[in-house]
């Protein structure tokens, strides 16, 4: 699986959009980006997954480049419930063990 | 996600002693997973099933035993806790089948359960 690259943290003020950027150079054509997002040590939560289209759900927008290489997730409206640590990882479905491979991720702080 | 239990939330314990983590989930998925978590270390799988007569090894099985009792239970054993052992632990679900679009028909998407924090002193 591809390795990513996050920053260890970020702040952002309640009310504005999140963006959390996520370099993945390696990523192959047949692995997909998925967010999570842990939540003080609650289990990790599932945002947003893609493989090489833009997404969006009811919780976040996933951007991908067009070369695929790095992502941005976007929380639209940030509110303080979304302080948690975010996860960007890519990995191959249908791989041998269908393992996630959690980095360090991106510790984000919705400022009041 | 109500839908994935882990029993106990909390349980410290003494070296030496035989600790059972228990999971269960009602979303109806073959497949289930267990995983630790340290402090700087993101999460790492212990064992994981494809369903119920599929059992494998991850990346850091020793010390831990596994045991699919049903489609819904997955249960983590430790025979002989050790303080390195000491960590959160999370059971996650997952289901392969195909959906949606081109992009999105392989899903696979794993759903985590609260954690068990455990402490072995």
């Known amino acids: 699986d591809a390795k990513t690259t996050q920053p260890p943290s970020m702040d952002c003020a309640e009310g504005r959009a999140a963006n959390l950027p996520c370099n993945h150079s390696?990523?192959?054509?047949?692995?997909?980006v998925y967010w999570y997002r842990q939540i003080h040590s609650q289990g990790p939560q599932y945002i947003i997954h893609g493989l090489k289209n833009n997404e969006t759900n009811e919780m976040a927008s996933l951007i991908i480049t067009e070369d695929r290489k790095s992502s941005t997730l976007i929380l639209p409206h940030a509110t303080l419930r979304d302080t948690a640590v975010y996860y960007c990882i890519v990995r191959i479905y249908g791989g041998a063990t269908n393992k996630l491979i959690f980095g360090t991720g991106t510790l984000l702080a919705v400022q009041p | 996600d109500a839908d994935v239990t882990q029993t106990p939330r909390n349980r410290i314990t003494k070296t030496g002693k035989r600790i059972m983590l228990e999971c269960s989930q009602t979303?109806?998925?073959?497949?289930m997973y267990w995983y630790r978590q340290d402090p700087g270390l993101g999460l790492r799988l212990i064992y994981y099933?494809?369903?119920?007569?599929?059992?494998n090894k991850g990346e850091i099985s020793d010390g831990y035993s596994v045991s699919r009792q049903a489609q819904a239970k997955f249960s983590l054993s430790l025979e002989s806790a050790i303080p390195n052992q000491t960590a959160l632990y999370f059971c996650a679900t997952s289901d392969p089948r195909l959906t949606g679009t081109q992009d999105r028909r392989s899903t696979d998407t794993q759903y985590f359960g609260p954690g068990t924090r455990l402490t072995v002193l």
């Open positions: 390696t990523i192959s054509g047949n692995e997909y």
């Open positions: 979303k109806g998925h073959d497949r």
């Open positions: 099933s494809f369903d119920v007569k599929d059992i």
